[in-house]
């Protein structure tokens, strides 16, 4: 089984500042990680992925996240953040074979990063 | 991109009534689809699992016979909540995965409130 942890519940930055929000995971198994963005009242946007490959994956708002094995962590950095950036971010986890794909995603807490001016 | 529609977007109902929410893929066929309950300050958890066309597979510590799940086309997926109790207040979201295969992005309905009094 998969678990997610993630520490901060809330994450207060002013604007144009860097922000780090920590994402630990446990697995028994090789594990897909997520990064997903939800504004007030929406649903759940995939902000970036990590299925294999270059361990440092990145989005097209400017977040990077970088799959860290031996710290069984994926954390989510911007090095400059906007207002619009206000939300609340989950990491997420699927474990499984390969041929199997994405089976069911395992969520964290949250981490709710309010962006003030 | 692709768009998930739930509804309602809030719902309020009488205890031990039922109440219907619905999921639908507007530009997709989803062959899966996903039923999460997040909780206030929590992570989400998923319910259960639906395919069109067969029986939904419920996690562990939920009542198949209290939220039914219905998938009956490539398009839909409904959850009912039935003999709602104030217990059962919380967010629902739904997530449906497309038919190219297990490594199909999931996509996130913006949920439902629901508020039992």
């Known amino acids: 089984a998969q678990s997610v942890t993630q520490l901060d519940s809330q994450v207060p930055v002013f604007e144009e500042a860097p922000v780090e929000l920590r994402c630990n995971y446990s697995?028994?198994?090789?594990?897909?990680l997520f990064w997903y963005v939800q504004y007030p009242n929406q649903g759940l946007q995939l902000l970036l992925k990590?299925?294999?490959?270059?361990?440092l994956v990145e989005s097209i708002n400017g977040f990077e996240a970088e799959f860290n094995k031996s710290q069984t962590s994926f954390h989510l950095r911007k090095p400059s953040v906007h207002i619009s950036d206000t939300a609340e971010y989950f990491c997420?986890?699927?474990?499984?074979?390969?041929?199997?794909?994405?089976?069911?995603?395992?969520f964290g807490t949250g981490t709710r990063l309010l962006v003030s001016p | 991109g692709a768009v998930v529609s739930q509804h309602p977007s809030r719902v309020i109902c009488k205890s031990g009534t039922s109440v219907k929410i619905e999921c639908r893929s507007l530009?997709?066929?989803?062959?899966?689809m996903f039923w999460y309950r997040q909780f206030p300050k929590k992570s989400l958890m998923l319910m259960a699992t639906?395919?069109?066309?067969?029986?939904?597979?419920?996690e562990q510590g939920v009542e198949k016979d209290k939220f039914l799940i219905n998938h009956a086309s490539l398009t839909l997926s409904t959850l009912t909540v039935t003999s709602a109790h104030p217990e059962d207040s919380s967010f629902y979201i739904c997530?449906?995965?497309?038919?190219?295969?297990?490594?199909?992005?999931?996509?996130f309905g913006n949920g439902t409130r629901l508020t039992v009094t």
């Open positions: 997530s449906a995965r497309g038919s190219g295969g297990a490594f199909s992005p999931l996509h």
């Open positions: 697995s028994s198994v090789s594990v897909y």
């Open positions: 990590y299925l294999s490959g270059s361990t």
């Open positions: 997420a986890v699927s474990g499984g074979r390969m041929n199997t794909g994405f089976q069911k995603l395992v």
């Open positions: 530009d997709f066929q989803a062959t899966t």
């Open positions: 639906s395919n069109e066309g067969s029986k939904a597979t419920y």
